[in-house]
């Protein structure tokens, strides 16, 4: 990710389609997102692709779309999280990096009609996933886990209230996933 974040944070051109489809790439396989999320520049990566795409003329369509996400959170398996480490932690990685993609689009540029709608997506499950990873040592995690936070916090706040209310009382049940530690 240091290598692309520079790249994105130099790059003058208005269509930066390399950029665009480096970062595609990293949002399309599992394996790369469970690898990437632990990279402790992670977020630089997402925010930086952000604001290539913002400094293009519009119209600005982010590279995650608000169906395609609320499809791939559809088709998580959130009731079988705990039973497969490996293929959730992948799958997980991908929404999430997905999601704080979005979400800091929706930052950004709240009057598109390409933003999410943060309400429709598992923001406590999220949250519940990095924050599960976090104690891994690994600093991405935690950026993306403060990330996240302060996103829901702006837009969504009640929902990470309840989270920071409820997450260290509801250990052990499906809709939380607290205590679940994983492998990123």
Partial sequence: PIVAVEAVKQSKSQTA???????KKIFADP?????????P?????????????????EPHIPLVLPFSLEHLAQ?????????????????MSQFVLQLVYAFDFLDHQQGSPFVINP???????????????????SHGLGAALSMLKRLVSKHCRD??????????????????????????
């Fill in 17 to 23: 389609n390399e950029l665009d489809d480096l970062v």
């Fill in 31 to 39: 394996k790369i997102c469970a690898n990437i999320i632990r990279h």
């Fill in 41 to 57: 520049r992670v977020c630089d990566l997402l925010q930086e692709s952000v604001k290539m795409l913002l400094r293009r003329p």
């Fill in 75 to 91: 088709s998580l398996p959130w009731d079988k999280v705990a039973d497969s480490k490996e293929l959730m932690d992948g799958l």
């Fill in 119 to 137: 309400r429709l997506l598992p923001l406590r499950e999220s949250l519940a996933f990095l924050d599960s990873c976090n104690g891994n040592g």
């Fill in 159 to 184: 929902v990470l209230l309840s989270f920071d209310k409820d997450s260290h009382l509801n250990e052990g049940h499906d809709e939380l996933m607290v205590g679940r530690r994983c492998s990123v």
